[in-house]
Antibody
Framework: EVQLVQSGAEVKKSGESLQISCKGS????????IGWVRQMPGRGLEWMGI????????IYSPSFQGQVTISADRSISTTYLQWSSLRASDTAIYYC????????????WGQGTTVTVSS | QTVVTQEPSFSVSPGGTVTLTCGLS?????????PSWYQQTPGQAPRTLIY???TRSSGVPDRFSGSILGNKAALTITGAQADDESDYYC??????????FGTGTKVTVL
């Protein structure tokens, strides 16, 4: 069974750094793009960016370029979403999602990681 | 910046049919945008319904179907059931690896 398992909820303060993770299993991790999606409280879904774990090639939405860093460690089938300095506006649920062959759509989703940032 | 537009809400009767659309603030949607559709119920992760315009994801019942209608992508739910009451999002592929979510449609079954 293809699965993505995300790390647990985080509560942080503004200015702190954070890294959340997403571990894939049940498929060839290095051969499919994985993306990250943000959902702020009461709001819709936002596409943040994707990474190809095979070579760590990364593409960001212009809205998130420079705000977060997406990375991967293919030796442990895990991708990461990282902030160097959190803001209260980063409070959201973050989902990882495996893409279908190619990179145009997502087919399997992680359970989500809730990030709460207090000022 | 291009906005992907969806109807804010729709209501459908049990057993009825509803068609949601996904358009662009400027321009027409075609298969080259590889439209995909996702269902999200409150408190849950999204679930993939349709990708590449009309390919159903694994396990998705055939009462969900995707198409291009005029200048928009469309998701049709035929024979709506109570548990179809959810938020529905489309995604359009903009090229160069970048995708954009639509604004989402809240579907009520009553």
């Amino acid at each position: 069974e293809v699965q993505l398992v995300q790390s647990g909820a985080e509560v942080k303060k503004s200015g702190e750094s954070l890294q959340i993770s997403c571990k894939g299993s049940g498929y060839s991790f290095t051969n499919y793009w994985i993306g990250w999606v943000r959902q702020m409280p009461g709001r819709g879904l936002e596409w943040m960016g994707i990474i190809y774990p095979g070579d760590s090639h990364t593409i960001y939405s212009p809205s998130f370029q420079g705000q977060v860093t997406i990375s991967a460690d293919r030796s442990i089938s895990t991708t990461y979403l990282q902030w160097s300095s959190l803001r209260a506006s980063d409070t959201a649920i973050y989902y990882c999602a495996k893409h279908v062959a190619g990179r145009a759509a997502m087919d399997v989703w992680g359970q989500g990681t809730t990030v709460t940032v207090s000022s | 910046q291009t906005v992907v537009t969806q109807e804010p809400s729709f209501s459908v009767s049990p057993g009825g049919t509803v068609t949601l659309t996904c358009g662009l603030s400027s321009g027409s949607v075609s298969t080259t945008y590889y439209p995909s559709w996702y269902q999200q119920t409150p408190g849950q992760a999204p679930r993939t319904l349709i990708y590449s315009t009309n390919t159903r994801s694994s396990g998705v019942p055939d009462r969900f179907s995707g198409s291009i209608l005029g200048n928009k992508a469309a998701l049709t739910i035929t024979g709506a059931q109570a548990d179809d009451e959810s938020d529905y999002y489309c995604v359009l592929y903009m090229g160069s690896g970048i995708s954009v979510f639509g604004t989402g449609t809240k579907v009520t079954v009553l």
